[in-house]
């Protein structure tokens, strides 16, 4: 099956510094990704729709200008906590369909655990 | 938000026994999707199920799907302790897979 490759797997960083994830769809195309965050024994929830060579979409409640998104490629995406918090730790995972492709599996990277201290 | 409603929240069996999850969910779909999450890794897709179907086995795995009633069970059989993980539904809406979780279930198989 299609294969997505999500960078790095785990992260510590400082309080105030910033965190790029990276998402990489490594044998198709994804015009679209998704990204999710998960909080320990808690479900995964969509923060935003990325979009290659356009403005990501961003759900309700997560702050576009703290968590910025480049899809600049059909096969990569990032993420970029800004001015990462300890709230901010999480697990977040990135998702990407195939294109053009309706009722078909997302593929799913490996996640990344941030940890800010 | 959360469309989908997995019960039980928790659910402990027997190596050999068979485990049903439900799902509930509110709005009109496009698909339902099964997953399996191990602890703090990614998603693995278990089974996808399109709104015009009502039922599909994938291995040890059977799906139903009741859009009458906007529920879906999974049923492993003959389970192993292996099969001991997170399991989450997910529904579908909408073009580009854009999926919408429960809440999820944790399923623990006893050797």
């Known amino acids: 099956g299609a294969v997505v490759s999500q960078h790095p797997s785990w992260v510590i960083c400082k309080s105030g510094t910033s965190v790029k994830i990276e998402c990489r769809s490594l044998?198709?195309?994804?015009?679209?990704m998704f990204w999710y965050r998960q909080f320990p024994k808690q479900s995964l929830m969509l923060m935003a729709t990325?979009?290659?060579?356009?403005?990501?979409?961003?759900e309700q409640g997560v702050e576009k200008d703290k968590f910025l998104i480049n899809h600049a490629s059909l096969t990569l995406s990032t993420l970029t906590v800004t001015s990462a918090h300890p709230e901010d730790s999480s697990f977040y995972i990135c998702s990407a369909p195939q294109t053009g492709a309706l009722n078909t599996e997302a593929f799913f990277g490996q996640g990344t655990r941030l940890t800010v201290v | 938000s959360q469309q989908g409603e997995e019960d039980p929240q928790a659910l402990s069996i027997q190596e050999g026994e068979n485990a049903t999850m439900n799902c509930s969910y509110k709005?009109?779909?496009?698909?339902l999707q099964w997953y399996r999450q191990n602890s703090g890794r990614g998603l693995v897709h278990l089974i996808l199920i399109r709104s015009n179907e009502r039922e599909k086995h994938s291995g040890r795995l059977r799906v139903t799907l009741d859009t009458s009633k906007k529920s879906s069970s999974l049923l492993i059989t003959a389970s192993r302790a292996a099969d001991t993980a997170s399991y989450f539904c997910a529904t579908g809406t909408g073009a580009n897979s854009k999926l919408t979780f429960g809440k999820g279930i944790t399923l623990s198989v006893r050797p």
């Open positions: 990325s979009n290659e060579g356009s403005k990501a979409t961003y």
């Open positions: 709005t009109s779909i496009n698909n």
């Open positions: 044998d198709f195309q994804a015009t679209t």
